[in-house]
């Protein structure tokens, strides 16, 4: 019965990994709240806001099934001496099952004023990953090793390169990014290596009232080789303080053929806050829902930032600005 189950619980897992192939440590790690730091998708934010930011992100997806996925951050990014040029440095722990990667990226950006409130950039960074796959710890099914799945602990460190355009003003966003621009397999290579990853991500923010400002978003995530992964967001900000909203998931067959139901399997639903303690400190938790098999094991999402506020165009900047 044991085995039975631990069967169970692995199904679990591939069929999991199916329907949202973007939590894949080989593919791209999967995030909630990248509306509140865009450096983890796009190496074009680097200083995009002229402040220095720190971030830091823990994810623990499927909470409470074996193996699940998860996910460490940390970011930061800033302008330098040059008004024209930002920076950034991104680090990430990424793990699922026996398999992790864990990588460092240093993030380079040049802004272009096209006016007084309006700025396009341009970012690139570069870093490596290792990427690990602890054969030990598998436990075969049949007495007869698959010689396809290392017995080992197999580890390669692979070079990485993300190219990004980011344009923004003082209310209004959008940036194009691509990942994974290094293809790197050869006969030696035992681990998955990442697959090329294109982002697109737009949003705006909008006065309802003195005290209430709407922000909705979208995030287009597409490889060309599965289903079309979308995010839809929508967020209020309250008294310039408290962030509330929810983001809706799902998968579209743009570029590949698949039947409706099965992208409904791709389905899941995240509600999330962010609060500013003071006006520098922040602490943000969001809670993702999957409407899939998987829907009794529950997402968390945690973190924390903190910002250096400074003046721009003669104002200080507010949680309205970032």
Do not use: C
Request: hydrophobic content about 40%.
């Amino acid at each position: 019965m044991a085995r039975n189950g631990k069967i169970m619980k692995m199904l679990l897992v591939l069929l999991g990994l199916a329907a949202a192939p973007a939590a894949f440590a080989q593919q791209a790690p999967q995030y909630s709240q990248y509306i509140f730091n865009e450096l983890v998708i796009n190496p074009a934010y680097a200083g995009s806001k002229q402040i220095l930011n720190i971030n830091a992100t823990y994810r623990n997806q499927w909470t409470g099934f074996d193996g699940a996925p998860t996910t460490q951050t940390i970011s930061i990014d800033g302008p330098s001496y040059n008004k024209h040029l930002g920076w950034g440095l991104h680090l990430l722990n990424d793990e699922i099952g026996v398999q992790r990667q864990t990588g460092a990226y240093l993030n380079a950006a040049t802004r272009i004023s096209l006016d007084h409130y309006s700025t396009l950039s341009l970012g690139l960074a570069a870093g490596a990953s290792q990427y690990t796959l602890d054969g030990t710890r598998l436990t075969p099914g049949s007495e007869v090793p698959d010689m396809a799945v290392p017995q080992t602990r197999v580890s390669q460190v692979l070079p990485d390169l993300k190219l990004g355009v980011f344009f923004n003003t003082e209310r209004y966003y959008a940036g194009l990014s691509a990942a994974s621009l290094i293809p790197f397999k050869d006969s030696e290579t035992e681990i998955s290596t990442p697959r090329r990853h294109y982002f697109l991500s737009t949003g705006y923010l909008f006065d309802l009232s003195r005290h209430v400002r709407l922000k909705p978003s979208i995030l287009i995530k597409e490889d060309f080789r599965s289903p079309t992964s979308v995010d839809l967001n929508t967020f209020l900000l309250l008294q310039n303080r408290i962030w509330v909203g929810a983001s809706y998931r799902t998968a579209v067959p743009m570029f590949t053929k698949q039947e409706m139901k099965r992208l409904d399997k791709r389905n899941a639903l995240a509600v999330m806050t962010q609060l500013y303690v003071t006006p520098k400190f922040r602490v943000g938790y969001s809670y993702d829902i999957s409407l899939t098999e998987l829907k009794n094991y529950g997402s968390h999402e945690v973190s924390l930032g903190y910002t250096f506020l400074q003046k721009k165009y003669g104002r200080i900047l507010t949680p309205r600005n970032l």
